[in-house]
């Protein structure tokens, strides 16, 4: 018996119940479609053919592979059943994710789409296709055990839910941002402002809030009676578990240190984060779309906190959860968690770049036998072209930002809070630009001076 | 006379409820007005601010969860001792021997739901503006309660005593290790001495503060329990009461102007 079989006769029953639950919502969708999708004037000589048709046939063939699913009752026949993730595709699809490079591209051009594309994917019918995609992905995907086992682990199916709770959520708001900016354009008044009567709250809004009570309830008895919370082996000082992992939603700080010191990555960063959060009312000199939602009133705004919560924040939880494996190298979702698995990595400081490659000469040692001021010499002349880029990154950009592109915002915010917005700004940018310096040069530190323990 | 109007007219209801039942106007605007837990609320509100459409109503569920989480909590330390004989061994037994110890079930599922729903809150805060004047000091309290939230999340983690419970608040908070001038391995920790000696070592930098050892050991464990129990739990039930109480005195739901 293989001990890791992709398909049992348990999952194959579970994915038809998931079939089963997804042809329910396509023939809700089909009710749907033929009230409001129209026809199809000709199709092969057949006329005024309702679109719903299409969904109704998607929904029976849906119906069909349920069926097969729940056909299958024993051993054998569930490891020759057919409906699963051929091998050829695990492969490609598994270099393109464990792979920092495509992955974040990936996740960039997603986050692209999502803005660009804005007034496309969320209509109705091509958003509904979008989810279909996304359970057909994760249905077809766990008929392979590894993407079972990193998927189904009881503290990361939260976060796969998160996911679907993201997408809905940014679904709705463009939905909603696409329909007042329209308004607006045609200089109508935003659609929250004609719900502007007042109602009483009792019983407008207390059984709003009854009812969430009442489906959360529910929902928190089911998962917890569904899945049970884990609970692994008692503690042991001894034993460190590789990977190593903390927990989930601190998985975008513990990817932060790929690239950076824990000082900065642990320490430094997420304060700037907390801070800049906070800082965001007071930066923030834009007074429209106040209280509805808009995208073309703000596009600054919600395109910058769209960067920092999808790619990097909800990016990285999800390449923390699910892609990082033992000794934190990557891995596709369909690939083993092989503990021996070597990635070269060969990482190359700036102050070697300039002086072991471009000059051809040995590095400044500072000699600890001599005073701290010669020491200190040492290692400035050693790194003196990392400080430089530091400083000049730090206290030449923001002024010539100032002056060139965002001119109009130091016009309006003046010099503090324009300096803080721009700090904020290329702290944030420090990550990705950090990223594409360590894949395209091998870069591992701009300024290291390991003797202060202090590295950048 | 029906049983429902008789028990509305006994002294002991109308001692409870001191109005009609909310059956027309005056009576539905007397209820928010005299019960203590549904007076947070305004009288009236505007439509399109209460909309489920408009606010997700991912603060109201986040409130919610809070108040779940508070309740299986207790449950849960009723049988929870937090000593390194019996923790493991106890939250074993809620698996294995207790009738309701799918309350730990709830409890770390809602936690998870917690930090999910807060960060979705803050996203609906953000995309709708709500921020902006007059609200901007309400969304610092806002960050400071997510803040809290994750911190209450973390510091529950280390609980159950198992290899993922203590690696992950090993990894967690050896980050600490590197705070600058505050921790043993951060830049700069030199600089923080007297005659010689390092007032900053593995004994009493920013991480040992936080372990109440040099490693996650009993100590750390009883230091997080208290946190997760009762420290964090207040700061966050005063935060979440002025966190209220500002958006009713700036205007409520945000709408539009």
């Known amino acids: 018996m293989n001990p890791h079989p992709d398909l049992t006769v348990g999952v194959i029953h579970g994915l038809g119940w998931l079939y089963l639950l997804l042809f329910f919502l396509n023939i809700g969708w089909s009710v749907r479609s033929f009230k409001v999708d129209g026809q199809f004037e000709d199709i092969l000589g057949f006329k005024h053919i309702p679109k719903a048709f299409l969904w109704a046939g998607y929904s029976a063939l849906l119906l069909l592979v349920a069926l097969v699913h729940f056909a299958v009752q024993s051993a054998t026949s569930a490891e020759d059943f057919v409906l699963r993730l051929p091998e050829f595709i695990k492969n490609p699809a598994d270099s393109v994710i464990a792979n920092p490079i495509s992955f974040f591209c990936l996740s960039i051009v997603i986050y692209i789409a999502i803005i660009v594309l804005r007034k496309t994917w969320v209509k109705p019918t091509v958003s509904w296709i979008l989810f279909n995609l996304s359970v057909l992905f994760i249905s077809v995907s766990m008929t392979d055990y590894d993407f079972r086992r990193i998927v189904g682990k009881p503290d990361n199916v939260p976060i796969v839910g998160m996911l679907f709770l993201v997408g809905f959520t940014t679904w709705l708001f463009f939905v909603k941002a696409n329909e007042n900016d329209k308004r607006l354009a045609e200089g109508r008044p935003v659609r929250e402002k004609e719900l502007s009567d007042q109602v009483l709250v009792w019983p407008d809004l207390v059984y709003t809030e009854m009812i969430c009570m009442i489906l959360i309830t529910a929902l928190l008895i089911v998962w917890g009676v569904a899945l049970q919370a884990p609970l692994e082996e008692p503690a042991s000082a001894v034993k460190t578990p590789n990977p190593s992992k903390a927990p989930w939603y601190f998985l975008g700080l513990q990817e932060m240190l790929v690239y950076f010191d824990p000082w900065m990555a642990g320490v430094v960063l997420p304060s700037v984060i907390l801070v800049g959060l906070m800082a965001i009312p007071y930066i923030d000199f834009n007074t429209k779309g106040n209280g509805y939602y808009t995208f073309n009133e703000r596009p600054f705004a919600i395109t910058t906190f769209l960067f920092g919560f999808m790619p990097l924040w909800t990016g990285m939880i999800v390449l923390g959860t699910f892609i990082r494996g033992p000794n934190w190298n990557m891995f596709g979702l369909y690939e083993y968690w092989d503990s021996h698995k070597l990635e070269v990595l060969n990482n190359v400081n700036l102050s070697d770049y300039f002086w072991l490659t471009f000059l051809e000469l040995p590095l400044p040692k500072p000699d600890p036998e001599t005073s701290f001021v010669s020491q200190a010499s040492s290692i400035l002349l050693r790194e003196w072209t990392g400080i430089l880029v530091i400083l000049f990154y730090l206290f030449a950009i923001p002024p010539l930002l100032a002056v060139t592109i965002f001119k109009k915002f130091f016009v309006k915010m003046g010099f503090v809070r324009f300096m803080v917005l721009a700090n904020l700004f290329l702290f944030m940018a420090s990550l990705p630009l950090k990223m594409v310096l360590r894949w395209v040069f091998n870069l591992k530190y701009i300024v290291s001076i390991p003797e202060w323990v202090f590295n950048i | ?257």
Not at chain 2, 186 to 194: A, I, M
């Open chain 2, 1 to 257: 006379m029906s049983v429902t109007e008789y028990i509305r007219k006994s002294q002991i209801w109308r001692s409870i409820f001191r109005h009609p039942a909310p059956y027309d106007r005056r009576n539905r605007a007397v209820v928010i007005l005299t019960n203590f837990f549904l007076h947070l609320h305004p009288v009236s509100a505007k439509k399109g601010g209460i909309a489920l459409s408009y606010t997700w109503c991912m603060g109201g569920i986040t409130f919610f969860l809070f108040l779940v989480e508070t309740l299986t909590g207790v449950l849960l330390m009723f049988y929870y001792r937090p000593t390194l004989e019996w923790a493991f061994t106890d939250i074993r037994a809620l698996r294995d021997v207790n009738t309701l110890g799918i309350m730990r079930e709830i409890h770390r599922w809602g936690a998870h739901a917690m930090v999910i729903t807060v960060w979705l809150h803050m996203y609906r805060v953000f995309l709708t503006g709500s921020y902006k004047p007059p609200r901007e000091f309400n969304w610092v309290i806002g960050v400071l309660l997510l803040v809290l939230t994750l911190l209450l999340s973390f510091t529950g983690y280390l609980l159950p005593w198992d290899q993922l419970a203590i690696w992950a608040i090993t990894v967690g908070s050896n980050m600490a290790r590197a705070t600058p001038f505050l921790g043993h391995e951060g830049p700069g920790f030199q600089l923080l001495n007297v005659g010689g000696f390092d007032l900053i070592t593995n004994a009493s930098d920013a991480r040992f503060l936080l372990l109440g050892a040099r490693t996650v050991g009993e100590e750390t464990l009883n230091r997080f329990y208290i946190l997760h129990c009762v420290a964090i739990p207040i700061v966050v039930s005063g935060l979440i009461a002025v966190h209220f109480w500002r958006v009713r005195k700036d205007g409520g739901i945000s709408q539009p102007l």
